[in-house]
Each structure stands twice: as structure tokens, then as C-alpha cells.
């Protein structure tokens, strides 16, 4: 028997249609909720390069602190196979890529040349499908994993344009996943924790906007990464500049402070009273903005936006009008 780690690449034909509509979504998916009882009275195996490694260590010790789901232990990706069963699940970092081809819409002829290429990287918890274990060819692929939770991530370009490396990488992300530290992982596992014990699917898909919550920020400060401010070029994946600071926050009326990845992390894990940040997350052309309460994990705004490439100064009035209500 054989584990794969694959990214799926299907064909998806579009029309050309010069309308984008903008959608309010979340950055947390559940499904397959079926799955959910079961994998509660099984092992989950959070599956990284190796666990071993001192850079993993700090979010292994998250894992077990925070994650009361389900009994944990950490596995390396060459030994999922020792560890298939119909009652087990796996945290493992997941892609899929979408290839997208234009067609011209009055004559169906495909234009030469404007295709593209969507890939989309996010923590996934799974389980095993039923046929697998019947099925005489035992060969794990991405058709036999139930997805039961997704989390997305926002990975900066070079790991964008070849996904596959994230895998060379320590279970930190080598620097490379943006949205991502112990504390932070921390708040996931909080929130994912709630939808799971809900018992319902979610979808990715879904508005969160929660008007009480939010009038906090009225006298409390919003942290917000400083990565957010990477100004992405669409047209080379040029990552080396910053957006204006002043032109994106110009119309937040509330106080807000840039702050380090590492900053925030340490204020994360430290802190004795809740206080909220914003999460950026550009996966792929998709663009998620979400407010986490650094206690709880809660998460009290997401919206989303198709076709995006940057946070937007209308982002931040978009916000603060929420809260202003």
C-alpha cells in the first residue's frame, strides 16, 4: 500500500464574463459531518514532516494543550499507511489546483494563451473513505480522504507557484505560510473545536458578521499583521513592496496597530484578557479578511472577495462601518 500526497489539477471550462459579484464567506469549512461522531472516539494523527524537529515543537505542544477533541499523536507523512482505519482521522496541509481556460462566448472557441492556474493551500482534517478499505488496490489518493474541517492558509508566491514544496518544509512553514504561528494555530484549533462539537456542517462559503461583538473594537485596539501590508503584482507575483499604510487605514476610524508576526504571536499566547486581530488571507485569487478574538478564538467579521489580490482601503471602511452600527 502506497500514500500519495497529490494535488488535484482538473480542467474547469469558464465563460468570459466581465462581472465579479462580492460575497461576504468564512475561512473555516466543515463537511462530511457524518464523520464527526466517529473520529471522536478515534486517534487523530496530525501528520508533519517530523515531529521531532525543534521547529514543530512549539505548535505540537498547541495540539495538545488545546486540541480535546479526540485522543492526538504526531506521525510523520510516510507513515499515514501504518495508521489507516475507518475511526481515524489526519491534520495534514492540503492543496488543489484549478486550471481555468477562457472560451470565447459568441463561438465556444477556446482563445490560445489565457488559461491560468488557482491553487489553494489549507489545513485540512480527514478520514479515510469507506471503499478504500474494500477497494483491492490500496493506493490512498485525494478521492478516498472524507474532508471533515478546511482552514485556509495564505502562503506567500514561490510556494503558490510550486505548492509541493511546502512539504520539504518543518511543520513552521519554513517562513512561508503567512497566516500561521503557535498562537494562531492556537485560535484555529479554538474555533474549529466549536464548529466540530456543533455538529453541522459549515461552509466555506458563509457570512459572519456578529454587530455586538464587534462594538468592542469601538475603544479596543485591532492588531493587524504587518504581512498584510505586501503589496502581491498579479502579473509577475512581485512580493517586494508594501502598500501605504495611510491610503489602506485613511477610512478605519478606530485605533489599530501594525505588529510583527512574532509580536503577535507572543501576544497571543501571553495574554490574560481578550483582544481582537485581523487575519488576512489571500488564497489564490480569493481574499478572506477575518477578526479573531485572541482569547476564545472566536471569530466575530470574515468577509471575502473574489478576484482580489490586496487588502483595500475599503476593506477597512467596510469594517468600520460594522463596528460604527
Known amino acids: 500500500?502506497?500514500?500519495?500526497?497529490?494535488?488535484?489539477?482538473?480542467?474547469?471550462?469558464?465563460?468570459?464574463?466581465?462581472?465579479?459579484?462580492?460575497?461576504?464567506?468564512?475561512?473555516?469549512?466543515?463537511?462530511n459531518a457524518e464523520e464527526i461522531a466517529k473520529i471522536k472516539n478515534g486517534t487523530t494523527y496530525i501528520v508533519m514532516k517530523d515531529p521531532a524537529s525543534p521547529a514543530a515543537q512549539p505548535y505540537?505542544?498547541?495540539?495538545?494543550?488545546?486540541?480535546?477533541?479526540?485522543?492526538i499523536e504526531f506521525i510523520k507523512y510516510s507513515e499515514i499507511e501504518k495508521y489507516l482505519s475507518p475511526e481515524n482521522s489526519f491534520f495534514t496541509i492540503g492543496s488543489y489546483a484549478t486550471t481555468v481556460q477562457y472560451i470565447n462566448i459568441k463561438n465556444g472557441v477556446s482563445r490560445d494563451g489565457i488559461s491560468y492556474t488557482n491553487t489553494h493551500l489549507y489545513l485540512a482534517l480527514w478520514s479515510c473513505d469507506k471503499k478504500f478499505f474494500k477497494s483491492k488496490k490500496k493506493e490512498l489518493t485525494n478521492k478516498h480522504q472524507n474532508e471533515i474541517a478546511r482552514i485556509e492558509l495564505f502562503t506567500d508566491f514561490e510556494t503558490l507557484n510550486q505548492p509541493e514544496k511546502i512539504y520539504d518544509s518543518d511543520y513552521d512553514g519554513g517562513g512561508h505560510i503567512r497566516n500561521w504561528s503557535p498562537g494562531i494555530l492556537k485560535n484555529y484549533i479554538q474555533q474549529l473545536m466549536v464548529l466540530l462539537k456543533n455538529g453541522k456542517e459549515n461552509s466555506l462559503y458563509k457570512r459572519t458578521i456578529e454587530p455586538a461583538k464587534l462594538k468592542a473594537l469601538k475603544k479596543q485596539?485591532?492588531?493587524v499583521p504587518d504581512y498584510t501590508l505586501i503589496k502581491f503584482s498579479p502579473f509577475n507575483g512581485d512580493e517586494s513592496k508594501k502598500l501605504e499604510e495611510k491610503e489602506i487605514f485613511e477610512d478605519y476610524k478606530y485605533a489599530y496597530s501594525i505588529i510583527s508576526m512574532q509580536d503577535l504571536n507572543d501576544k497571543i499566547l501571553n495574554a490574560t484578557e481578550p483582544f481582537y486581530y485581523l487575519i488576512y488571507v489571500k488564497s489564490s485569487t480569493d481574499k478572506y479578511l477575518t477578526v479573531m478574538n485572541a482569547a476564545t478564538g472566536e471569530v466575530i467579521y470574515t468577509v471575502y472577495s473574489a478576484m482580489s489580490y490586496n487588502i483595500k482601503s475599503n476593506d477597512l471602511e467596510d469594517l468600520s462601518d460594522k463596528i460604527e452600527k
Open 221 to 223: 485596539i485591532l492588531y
Open 1 to 31: 500500500m502506497k500514500f500519495k500526497v497529490r494535488f488535484l489539477k482538473p480542467f474547469v471550462t469558464v465563460f468570459l464574463i466581465a462581472f465579479f459579484a462580492a460575497q461576504s464567506f468564512a475561512q473555516f469549512a466543515i463537511s
Open 60 to 71: 505540537i505542544d498547541i495540539y495538545k494543550k488545546y486540541w480535546t477533541f479526540s485522543k
